[in-house]
């Protein structure tokens, strides 16, 4: 294989080169086609405002782009060359038979694009929503005013009430604590596991952004202090020997703003991109901690919500109103230690637990006489 491929040597070279050619002639003839203003008016609305002879010559060249076979390439370029001449006979004589050929089909095209894009979009609007929905109340509402200290209380004025709550396979209510955590110094509140997509990804976007700043500063503070000092020693040197040439090379560094002399250094600028993004950085910090602290206030709410009805549930096995408890947790024991495990769960009173091993000795006995007998 030689060192140095000759482009005129080589086929490939040779088509690529027409078919940019080519592209470059369609573009330029079928711009000189004139064309009815009701297809300009309906291709605007659908293929955008541009030339829709342009529009479909550049998606029919994108759709072709990643063709090599020789095969391929010489049949889109006899259709290309066709369409050439269909279109240079259109722009010629507009009362010919291609000019009433592309007109005709560019109004069938038009209407097979807004038939498919009617169509997409049916599609998209049938599809579930992973954002928010419409209806749905935020937990945590700022009511800071403008220029204030960000403050954030939950929208909820109380824990939520035990009829919103699901009920779980045996239909018993178990209030469901929401934890705050925190990602990326990003806090929220983690309801339910696993997260939902659209929560996950508004948490690790707010994350990100903030790292891409913090990235940014650094940068700046590392290289672009060194590169800013170097280009205003290069500007000094610069009107140095304009002023040594006799010409004005005038104040490089320093502006009249409203009565105010600003220095217009690169480094001076360096500074106040790094002020700035730290400005936003710290306001960015001091909103995330109001709204961790609504969060925990929501916590907190939930969590004493939670032990009022623990509490009463141990009143109703007090009274007698769940009954079956004794008698579902002896049937636990006993099939665990069936299959030789032990038994490690923690119910909500340990009497429940007592009379529940005390029922198995008893049914243990019981059924050592019957076999004695």
Not at 113 to 120: C, F, G, H, T
Not at 228 to 237: L, N, Y
Request: hydrophobic share 35%.
């Amino acid at each position: 294989m030689p060192q140095f491929l000759k482009p005129a040597a080589s086929s490939r070279h040779r088509r690529a080169c027409t078919c940019l050619a080519l592209y470059k002639t369609l573009h330029q003839t079928a711009s000189r086609v004139p064309l009815p203003d009701d297809v300009l008016a309906r291709s605007s609305s659908s293929l955008g405002p541009e030339n829709p002879l342009r529009t479909l010559i550049r998606n029919a060249f994108r759709r072709n782009r990643k063709d090599t076979s020789p095969r391929l390439v010489a049949s889109a370029l006899k259709n290309g060359y066709r369409c050439l001449a269909l279109l240079d006979s259109a722009a010629s004589d507009p009362t010919s038979r291609p000019y009433s050929d592309v007109a005709s089909f560019l109004r069938a095209n038009t209407e097979k694009v807004v038939k498919i894009k009617a169509e997409n979009e049916a599609k998209r609007l049938a599809l579930p929503r992973r954002g928010p929905r419409e209806d749905q109340v935020p937990i945590i509402t700022k009511v800071s005013k403008e220029g204030e200290p960000p403050r954030y209380v939950p929208t909820r004025p109380g824990p939520r009430p035990a009829e919103e709550l699901r009920p779980n396979a045996r239909g018993e209510v178990s209030r469901k604590i929401p934890r705050l955590d925190i990602y990326g110094l990003v806090p929220f509140l983690r309801l339910h596991k696993p997260m939902s997509a659209y929560h996950e990804r508004v948490v690790r976007q707010v994350s990100r952004k903030r790292q891409e700043r913090v990235r940014q500063i650094l940068e700046m503070q590392d290289e672009g202090v060194e590169i800013a000092r170097q280009e205003d020693a290069w500007e000094r040197e610069v009107a140095r020997l304009a002023r040594e040439q006799g010409g004005t090379a005038g104040d490089l560094f320093f502006r009249e703003r409203e009565g105010v002399r600003e220095e217009l250094s690169h480094q001076v600028t360096m500074r106040h991109a790094v002020e700035a993004l730290s400005t936003v950085l710290e306001e960015q910090r001091i909103d995330l901690v109001a709204r961790g602290e609504a969060m925990w206030e929501i916590e907190r709410r939930e969590t004493e919500q939670a032990a009022v009805e623990r509490k009463e549930r141990l009143k109703r096995l007090e009274g007698g109103l769940e009954k079956g408890a004794v008698e579902r947790f002896a049937r636990f024991i006993k099939r665990e230690e069936g299959k030789g495990r032990k038994v490690l769960r923690v119910v909500e009173d340990d009497r429940v637990r007592s009379a529940a091993e005390e029922l198995v000795k008893l049914e243990v006995k019981e059924e050592g006489a019957k076999k004695v007998e």
